[in-house]
């Protein structure tokens, strides 16, 4: 008799718990998007933290590592990223070819690359700035796994990122820039810093 009772005791515990696993998932269905909803992490809305690196005088903000183990397909939502440009977090399968680009990439390709030890080295320039694109392209040159391009929205003209590291500037300062990719660059924190 205490056995049946355990056991009913042991398949009502069962039970709730698979009743509640199954109310935790939250499906947004409608017909333009059948993907479920996800709701951001606690570190996709986390405050940056107060880690820093300094540079040659400049200091690189260390951010909370957002999840990097879901893959995106193009045009699938996700939770926000922690900065501008993005340090880690959600990334499509692919990559973007190493070097100095013309055109804004998106984060989520950009991501991936960060995500192999790359280094990120973008400007926002508004009004134009070809004087600095051909100074932060003759930099990024030298290094076999940068990638550079145009980046609207930052709160600086440059910003340099790593998986977890950014770094913001106002002009080109060769030394911090430098610094900042070869202190990163095939280089843990990031996941995969020995993929090309």
């Given amino acids: 008799m205490i056995c049946r ?6 398949s009502i515990f069962a039970l709730s718990c698979l009743a509640a696993s199954v ?27 107060a880690a820093t690196a300094t540079f040659a005088g400049g200091t690189a903000q260390r951010l909370p590592e957002q999840t990097r183990n879901p893959h995106v397909a193009v045009g ?25 680009h013309d055109v804004v990439i998106p984060d989520e390709y950009l991501v991936h690359n960060l ?22 392209a003759a930099i990024a040159r030298r290094y076999d796994k940068t990638v550079m391009s145009p980046y609207q929205g930052m709160d600086t003209t440059i ?13 080109v300062d060769e030394k911090r820039i430098t610094e900042f990719i070869e202190a990163h660059m095939s280089q ?9």
């Fill in 159 to 171: 910003g340099l990122t790593s998986w977890t590291f950014i770094d913001r500037l106002d002009e």
């Fill in 115 to 136: 995500e192999h030890g790359g280094v990120g080295i973008h400007y926002d320039c508004p009004q134009g700035c070809d004087d600095l694109v051909e100074e932060l």
């Fill in 76 to 100: 699938e939502r996700h939770p926000p990223y922690n900065s501008r440009p993005a340090t880690s977090g959600w990334h499509h399968v692919e990559t973007v070819r190493w070097g100095v």
């Fill in 188 to 196: 843990p924190p990031a996941p995969e810093y020995s993929v090309r």
């Fill in 5 to 10: 009772i355990e056991r009913r005791k042991l």
């Fill in 23 to 49: 109310a935790a998932v939250v499906w947004t269905a409608t017909d333009e998007d059948p993907t479920p909803a996800v709701a951001p992490t606690a570190a996709a809305t986390a405050e940056p933290t």
